[in-house]
Every structure is written in C-alpha cells, then in structure tokens.
C-alpha cells in the first residue's frame, strides 16, 4: 500500500535506495526505502498537496500526478506535480531518514492556472541551474522553468520562461476539460 489512493505513477532513486509514489485521487506523496533488493520496505515519509484550481470539475483538490529524485548541487531533491493545486512542489530528501521537507529557496513551481501538471523532465542550462518541463494535461501545453537552488541576493530562485501549446489553436476550443 502506498498509503494514499490511486497511486499513478512512480519512480526510484538512481541508487535504488528510495522510491516514491504519486497518489492521485488522495493528492499525496509517498516516499519509500528499499532493501537491497529493491523490494519495498517501509514509509519513510508523506508529502501532502493542498489547494486547487480554477477548473472546478478536475481541480477541486490535490491530484498527485508524478514524482521524481533530481540531484541538484548536491542535494537530493523530490519533484511532485500537483494536477489539482497547478504546482510542482519541491522537497528536500534527507538521506539518513527519507524525510521530506519543503525546499527553503523554493517549495513550487507555478504553472499558468487551470493547466493541470503531469509529468516533468529535467536539464541544466550552461550556469549550472536546474531547468524544469512540465507537461500541462488540462491546458495540452509544456510550462519551462529554470530553478536556482543557489541564488543570491537580488537573484530570482525560480522564473517560468514560457508555456507553449502542445495542439494547434483551431482544436484548443474542442477541449472538454473546461
């Protein structure tokens, strides 16, 4: 059991030490250990969403769509997108115990309200700065975002630098999730 319900995606830690899940239907997180075997051993911690969005038949409360480990200046960090919040909540992991912790220079990403975030990728632009793709299932669009764990005074930690449409405009009014 993943403690929550409908869990709908999940992934493991490239050293196959943790693994989380994405349950969708009750908004959370779960984040398990594994034994050396990569069988599951038990929860280590849970990571709730909160809020919803504009679009009242599918973001009246958290969905948790996907999430994932990303290593980021040498902290590991979770990615979890929340289809019914519109964020993409970042948390740290710590290593010892698997908690998790709402990251202090930025805890969500922000994606346009109303589109819905699925599924993320992740690069690094030539500064060394974490970029972020999210898929937006109810807007059908790709929300990018560069992230700077390290940003100093003055500095923007996280900026969204533009959201594209995946489908042509003449099919944008034929969408039913409205």
């Known amino acids: 059991s993943t403690t929550g319900q409908g869990v709908c995606h ?10 989380t899940a994405a349950n969708y239907s009750s908004g959370e997180f779960t984040v398990f250990s594994l034994d050396s075997n990569g069988g599951i051993e038990k929860v280590k911690a849970k990571y709730e969403g909160n ?23 040498g902290v590991q960090r979770v990615f ?6 519109d964020r993409i909540y970042i948390a740290r992991l710590d290593e010892a115990t698997g908690a998790l912790t ?4 930025v805890d969500h990403l922000a994606p346009p ?5 699925r599924h993320l990728a992740f690069g690094v632009d030539a500064k060394g700065r974490q970029l972020v793709f999210s898929i937006d299932e109810l807007s ?10 390290n940003a100093k005074d003055g500095e923007t930690p996280a900026e ?14 034929k969408l039913t999730d409205e």
Not at 10 to 19: E, F, G, I, N
Not at 53 to 64: A, E, I, M, T
Not at 113 to 117: D, E, K
Not at 140 to 149: D, E, K, L
């Open 10 to 19: 999940t992934s493991v830690r490239d050293d196959a030490r943790y693994l």
């Open 51 to 73: 809020g919803n969005g504009p679009n009242k038949r599918r973001q009246s409360q958290p969905y948790g769509h996907s999430s994932y480990f990303v290593e980021t200046d």
């Open 80 to 85: 979890m997108s929340d289809l019914g919040s």
């Open 102 to 105: 709402p990251d202090p220079g």
């Open 113 to 117: 309200a109303g589109s819905g975030p």
């Open 140 to 149: 059908s669009t790709v929300s990018a975002f560069r992230v700077n764990f």
């Open 160 to 173: 969204r630098l533009g959201t594209w449409t995946t489908i042509e405009e003449k099919y944008r009014e």
